[in-house]
């Protein structure tokens, strides 16, 4: 079952789904594994229950809508439309839907009979599922929030929001700082509160972010899970591709005059994007992450499938540092350069000058939590290719480091002139 996700039990019978578009929705056999279908070519089914009338009630994101079907088959009927993109369906004592609005962020009640919508909550977009017990609704979040909303319609937060990785960083020219998380961006200004740039369900998102870097022109520059190279505008919400096609794409940067490189993880290759031609930089690397430019624009790479950052100019690339264990994220400022080494949790500073290497920062909470080895993630279905973590690092204009700490979904400022 490829998206294998939806999923419910009732009176000894076993329902499942594929959030997939043309998705499947199946009676599963416990005891043998085989499989009745009930209903296909269903656009993106999601959670779903078994209503008090015995019939099947499922969200339907790829059409905004709320369908049901009798179980032993038949043709759907559509219950509810014009929502807020439903990914979950649940029923109250009194019969009626509790329905999560994964781009809308609300919690809609909703009147099987004659689809009337009654507006329980208005979170943040990214609801993911819900659960009653005794009159009290649970909403979960994609980005990891739990919220409680009580019998008087009170709101109680049982887990926080936050992070879930964070990859990518960059700082723009006005100091802003951009934060890919995968399935959602934030903006963040220094000593402010983060501000959602855009999510999967955003109109114009890109896809599931992993590297990213300032476009002097306006916006931001970013790689995506499924393999594309992407400008992407949060405040017009619009994304233009550039390039797309590969393989485990990391990092990205750009060169003072506009050229800019990403990373092809998956192939171990670097590659030009330079006034609209796409050209291979390099090739031969064994896994490079990170890429960073230097004040002479020299274009610096990071493998960590040799514990090494080149130099790479066009077909050639020159080992400047190696033994390292993991280097990924990198940043330059001034004469030096920056490598977030995940092996060892370690900031370490290169300085292009004169070789000289020193360690600023140690015990990071960088490359998954102490005691763990940090798993790369597969894809989900059409939303995200291969989920791939990248521990980033940027620096802004006075010099101050930003680090994923992707162990513990933080961002770190790092000062280099404290100790």
């Not at 899970?225 to 550039?242: E, F, K, W």
Request: aromatic letters at 6%; glycine letters at 14%.
């Amino acid at each position: 079952m490829p998206c294998a996700n939806p999923i419910t039990f009732h009176q000894g019978h076993l329902y499942a789904g594929e959030c997939r578009p043309d998705g499947r929705i199946m009676e599963l056999d416990r005891n043998t594994g085989a499989a009745r279908v009930i209903l296909d070519k269903v656009p993106m089914p999601n959670a779903f229950e078994i209503g008090p009338d015995g019939l099947l009630y499922f969200p339907v994101m790829g059409t905004n809508e709320i369908w049901r079907v009798n179980p032993a088959g038949g043709t759907p009927e559509v219950v509810a439309t014009e929502l807020g993109v439903p990914d979950s369906v649940k029923f109250d004592s009194s019969g009626f839907i509790i329905s999560t609005q994964v781009a809308s962020g609300q919690v809609l009640r909703i009147n099987p009979a004659n689809g009337e919508k009654t507006v329980l909550a208005h979170l943040a977009p990214g609801l993911d599922n819900c659960a009653l017990l005794d009159g009290r609704i649970f909403v979960s979040n994609i980005s990891g929030q739990l919220t409680e909303i009580g019998r008087d319609g009170s709101l109680r937060d049982i887990a926080a929001d936050g992070l879930q990785w964070p990859m990518g960083l960059a700082v723009n020219s006005d100091d802003l700082l951009y934060i890919a998380d995968g399935a959602f961006a934030y903006t963040l200004q220094p000593m402010e509160q983060r501000h959602l740039a855009g999510m999967l369900f955003t109109p114009g998102y890109p896809g599931f972010n992993r590297g990213v870097c300032a476009d002097p022109s306006g916006g931001w520059l970013v790689t995506t899970a499924n393999g594309d190279v992407a400008r992407y505008d949060p405040i017009a919400g619009t994304s233009d591709l550039i390039a797309s096609g590969f393989d485990r794409l990391m990092d990205i940067g750009m060169s003072r005059h506009g050229a800019i490189v990403f990373t092809e993880y998956g192939s171990g290759r670097v590659h030009i994007s330079d006034k609209g031609t796409i050209e291979l930089l390099a090739s031969g690397l064994q896994k490079p992450v990170g890429v960073a430019f230097s004040g002479d624009d020299n274009c610096y790479v990071s493998d960590v499938g040799t514990g090494s950052v080149s130099l790479i100019t066009k077909g050639r690339s020159k080992v400047v540092l190696d033994g390292l264990q993991q280097p990924e994220g990198m940043a330059c400022f001034g004469d030096a350069l920056y490598i977030a080494d995940v092996g060892t949790r370690e900031l370490i500073e290169l300085n292009l000058a004169n070789g000289k290497q020193a360690v600023v920062a140690h015990r990071l909470p960088i490359g998954g939590p102490p005691g763990t080895n940090r798993r790369q993630l597969g894809a989900v279905g059409i939303l995200s290719g291969p989920m791939h973590a990248f521990t980033g690092l940027a620096t802004d204009s006075r010099g101050t480091l930003y680090l994923a700490g992707d162990a513990e979904g933080s961002v770190i400022a790092i000062n280099r002139d404290s100790n």
